[in-house]
Every structure is written in structure tokens, then in C-alpha cells.
């Protein structure tokens, strides 16, 4: 499947009313994905993966946020809108995150928290984006390594 342009926005969390708006149409569309990351600025920005990265702990010093679509599935099935965050933190998150209020929800079915690949959930059906954005905002904000500035980039993809 190929892909349209990536459309980027910059967003604080005090209003997520364009990520939101997007969401919204491609959960519409059942097609696309939207990735948050924090903004750094580009003094405090982590130097790529050198060769040796698949050694070390998770290469994700910035953690990146990934909210996809419900859609179609090959037998026509629909899957459920999906959640995943890629993070540094080198050992399972979901521990950490519920020592810090911040556990999926309830209803939310985890169906990986590997230290390199990151954690990954399927949402139930009736979840409103607010929700499921501040949740991912809120989330990747303990698991940056680095100095945020405090505003957001979200960037959809919608296919071509």
C-alpha cells in the first residue's frame, strides 16, 4: 500500500484540536496512522544509532507515540484502532507506567511490551481521540530522554 505526503503539525497539549480533527477523519476513513513525538530543540537532539545500537538498550531516546486507525482487515474483519509507543527505556514499560498513574485503560488489550519494539495495545470501540491522544502525550513525556520544549509534532499518514 503506498502512502500519501505526511502532513506535519505542531500542537501543545493545551490544544489538540488539529491532531484531534485528524484522527477523527481517519478513523472515518478506517485507513492511516498518526505519530506523536515530543519537539526538542535541535541542541538537545540525540545523535542517530551508531552500528552498535541493537546492542544497548532501545535506540528511542526521543520516544515516538503511534495512533492507527481502526480498518479493514484482509478477511474483512475490522481491527480495532491500535496504540504503540517506541521508547529508550530498555526494559518492559508497562510497570513503570502504572507506578506512575499512567496504565492503559481499562478495556485496552496489551499485546506487547518488549524493551526494543515498545508497547503496543488494541483499544475497544468507543474511546474518544481526547483520550487516547493525552494518554499518549502524557506517556511519552516520562519516557524522553532528552529536553522537551513542551510543544508536540503529530504527523499523519493517510494512504495514497
Known amino acids: 500500500m503506498s502512502r500519501g505526503p505526511v502532513e506535519r503539525l505542531e500542537f501543545d497539549p493545551s490544544d489538540m484540536g488539529d491532531?484531534?480533527?485528524?484522527?477523527?477523519?481517519?478513523?472515518r476513513r478506517r485507513h492511516g496512522w498518526i505519530n506523536v513525538r515530543p519537539v526538542?530543540?535541535?541542541?538537545?537532539?540525540?545523535?542517530?544509532?551508531?552500528?552498535?545500537?541493537?546492542?544497548?538498550?532501545?535506540?528511542?531516546?526521543?520516544?515516538?507515540?503511534?495512533?492507527?486507525?481502526?480498518?479493514?482487515?484482509?478477511?474483512?474483519?475490522?481491527r480495532p484502532a491500535q496504540i504503540g509507543v517506541q521508547h529508550a527505556r530498555g526494559s518492559r514499560v508497562?510497570?513503570?507506567?502504572?507506578?506512575?498513574g499512567l496504565?492503559?485503560?481499562?478495556?485496552?488489550?496489551?499485546?506487547?511490551?518488549?524493551?526494543?519494539?515498545?508497547?503496543?495495545?488494541?483499544?475497544?470501540d468507543g474511546i474518544p481521540g481526547e483520550v487516547v491522544l493525552a494518554w499518549l502525550v502524557a506517556v511519552s513525556?516520562?519516557?524522553?530522554?532528552?529536553?522537551?520544549?513542551?510543544?508536540?509534532?503529530a504527523e499523519v499518514y493517510r494512504p495514497a
Not at 19 to 27: H, Q, S, T, V, Y
Not at 115 to 123: D, E, I, N, Q, T
Open 94 to 100: 508497562l510497570p513503570g507506567l502504572g507506578e506512575m
Open 141 to 153: 513525556g516520562p519516557l524522553c530522554a532528552v529536553p522537551m520544549t513542551g510543544r508536540w509534532q
Open 103 to 124: 496504565a492503559p485503560l481499562a478495556g485496552w488489550r496489551v499485546v506487547q511490551d518488549h524493551p526494543r519494539r515498545g508497547l503496543v495495545a488494541s483499544l475497544p
Open 40 to 78: 526538542i530543540h535541535p541542541d538537545d537532539e540525540p545523535p542517530p544509532p551508531g552500528l552498535f545500537a541493537i546492542f544497548g538498550p532501545g535506540p528511542h531516546k526521543v520516544p515516538t507515540a503511534t495512533w492507527m486507525a481502526p480498518a479493514a482487515g484482509r478477511s474483512g474483519a475490522l
Open 19 to 27: 491532531p484531534l480533527d485528524r484522527m477523527a477523519e481517519l478513523e
